[in-house]
RNA sequence: GACCCCAUCGUCUAGCGGUUAGGACAUCACCCUUUCACGGUGGUAACACGAGUUCAAGUCUCGUUGGGGUCGCCA
């Protein structure tokens, strides 16, 4: 069975990982199945309303490369796939579904419906019983015309269990009597997310809806009013909530991260993508790395987790350094080179720097602080010279830094194999150990402890002038 | 408060009646090494609790506890 899923994201602001992920499922199972994946855009609170999120929406989904076959800005034929663009068609169902009893008109203020029978505000949340109920059709549709505000409401007469099925969490069973009946079309004439779900998802003949678990207690009430208009739900597939921590799911607010945070960080969009699919989903195997259309290929709704997922960082981390690994060498010298931008005057060899940053960093950002060094030497201390391991301390920097010293000038290929080649021959000839003058370099060249690269691949990336300086320089300040 | 959902290492998870409870990240140790990292090897670490059902329960049932969600003219 092909399937058609649609992803309804309103456009209040950027995109955030949990909704991407749902994005992601339902592209999945489209695609899965040979299926169409569409996109349309919520837009029905006005208040809400963003300014550019849209184009976060179309950016973010382009980016990752889940590309739809239908949507607002490629038309379908569905269409339009901007819910602000179909308020005639709800307020036509809403009519429709009074008509056919599943809802009714209501005349109630927004005040009256929060305060409690003794007027006063509710401690706990308690059903609203709605006068506007029990008015005739008649008396209701007069007060209409005479152009009296109103909202329709759903109209909740069943009483006993209502059933569902849903492809994750199994066999749901709710109380009709626990259902509240809410506004289905507001004052303003624009339909709720409760109807223009229901509405869009049976014209547009989505066949999969994919949505958050917090859907689940309402889903019978669309349910009732497919089953007014005569209509087939669709399957649900309920995913569970991605967190941030035990407690708290992730939110926009706390600035937890959005995928485009994410992105600004350094990580790869399909490094995010591929850490967000295994968050609720697994293969079976013990596969982690997938790209967007091998998880095409093996993905199945059935392996979807029934329990919240915690969003770690961490992870996503390891595997954003895997996908760094990966990427060809040109590749990542030119994601690489926006991080460079204040070495562009320098005569430093930016390829082979990229070289030696590819295997360990994890995050692109990473590049800033395994880079600062290039501009010049922080002040450092003498004991940074001194290393058990490299048996080497300043005394022994000392007398291998000014070996050095005297043998690199002569080095005319300036290559990390040349260099290193010629250092290691400097120290069998002195019968010193490589680390005793090869550390010292790196600690004179960078005045740091731990650096990305080598001694040798440091004096490539330097060049063999700024090497020769900063030798000369450490010389001097270890009293040579 | 009512209703719904969830529960395996710190985290993501495998497990669908019989397993030495497996993998990944993280962490620790060691190896490799031109520091750090990468890579390699090994270790620490989990079935929330209590009753049942069964020859046998992480797996099924019920309860308890803990957590989450819903109860908007937001989605």
Redesign the pocket.
Same mark, same amino acid.
């Given at each position: 069975m092909k399937a058609r899923t649609r992803f309804?994201?309103?456009p /209040?602001g950027y995109m955030h990982i949990g909704n991407l992920r749902t994005a992601l499922y339902e592209y999945l199972i489209a695609k899965s199945t040979g299926g169409d994946f569409l996109l349309r855009i919520?837009d /029905?609170?006005q $208040? +809400?309303y963003v300014e550019g999120a849209t184009d976060i929406i179309y950016q973010t989904l382009k980016t990752v490369g889940m590309n739809w076959d239908e949507g607002p800005d490629i038309g379908g034929n569905y269409g339009p796939y901007i819910q602000s663009e179909r308020k005639a068609i709800y307020a036509e169902y809403a009519h429709k579904l009074v008509e056919l009893g599943g809802a009714h008109y209501?005349f109630?203020?927004?005040k009256e419906? &929060?305060e409690s029978e003794d007027g006063e505000e509710a401690a706990?949340? *308690?059903? #609203?019983q709605d006068p506007c109920k029990h008015l005739s059709l008649e008396e209701a549709k007069a007060r209409v015309a005479a152009g009296e505000?109103y &909202?329709i409401r759903q109209t909740i007469n069943k009483k006993g269990k209502s059933h569902f099925h849903d492809e994750v969490? =199994?066999d749901?069973?709710?109380?009709y009597d626990?259902l509240?009946e %809410?506004?289905l079309l507001? /004052?303003?004439g #624009?339909? *709720?997310?409760?109807f223009? !779900?229901v509405i869009d998802d049976h014209l547009m003949a989505i066949t999969h809806v994919v949505r958050?678990?917090?859907?689940?207690?309402?889903t019978p009430k669309y349910n009732l009013i497919y089953e007014a208009f005569g209509w087939t739900p669709p399957i649900y597939v309920h995913v569970?909530?991605v967190?941030k921590d035990?407690?708290? $799911?992730l939110s926009k607010r706390n600035g937890d991260a959005s995928f485009q945070d994410l992105v600004a960080k350094g990580y790869l969009p399909a490094a995010i993508l591929n850490y967000i699919a295994?968050?609720?989903?697994?293969p =079976?195997d013990?596969r982690?790395i997938f790209s967007l259309s091998e998880l095409e290929k093996v993905f199945d709704i059935?392996?979807l !987790?029934?329990?919240?997922?915690?969003?770690?960082i961490?992870?996503l *981390?390891?595997?954003n350094?895997?996908y760094i +690994?990966e990427l060809p060498t040109e590749k990542f010298h030119e994601l690489a080179m926006p991080y460079y931008q204040k070495y562009l005057t320098r005569p430093l060899n930016l390829e082979f720097l990229s070289k030696v940053l590819q295997? +360990?960093v994890?995050t692109l950002a990473d590049i800033v602080s395994q880079t600062d060094f290039l501009e010049n030497v922080p002040e450092y201390d003498l004991s940074f010279y001194e290393?058990k391991?490299?048996k080497t301390n300043a005394e022994v920097a000392q007398n291998t830094l000014k070996l050095a010293a005297e043998v690199l000038p002569t080095v005319a290929d300036w290559t990390?194999e040349n260099?290193?080649e010629c250092l290691?021959n400097l120290a069998a000839e002195n019968g010193l150990k !490589? %680390?005793q003058i090869?550390?010292p370099l +790196?600690i004179a060249l960078s005045g740091?402890? *731990? /650096?990305?690269? %080598?001694? &040798?691949?440091i004096a490539v990336i330097l060049g063999k002038q700024e090497t020769l300086n900063r030798v000369q320089a450490a010389l001097a300040k270890l009293g040579a």
């Open positions: 309804a994201p309103s /209040t919520e /029905t609170d $208040k +809400r209501c109630c203020s927004q419906e &929060t706990v949340p *308690t059903k #609203f505000p &909202t969490y =199994g749901i069973e709710i109380d626990d509240d %809410g506004v507001k /004052t303003d #624009f339909p *709720t997310y409760n223009a !779900n958050g678990n917090e859907y689940i207690s309402s569970p909530q967190m035990a407690q708290h $799911k295994l968050l609720g989903w697994n =079976g013990d982690e059935s392996r !987790n029934k329990s919240p997922a915690i969003f770690d961490v992870k *981390t390891w595997m350094g895997c +690994r295997p +360990r994890e290393n391991k490299m990390n260099l290193f290691k !490589n %680390g090869l550390y +790196r740091k402890e *731990t /650096t990305a690269g %080598g001694a &040798t691949e």
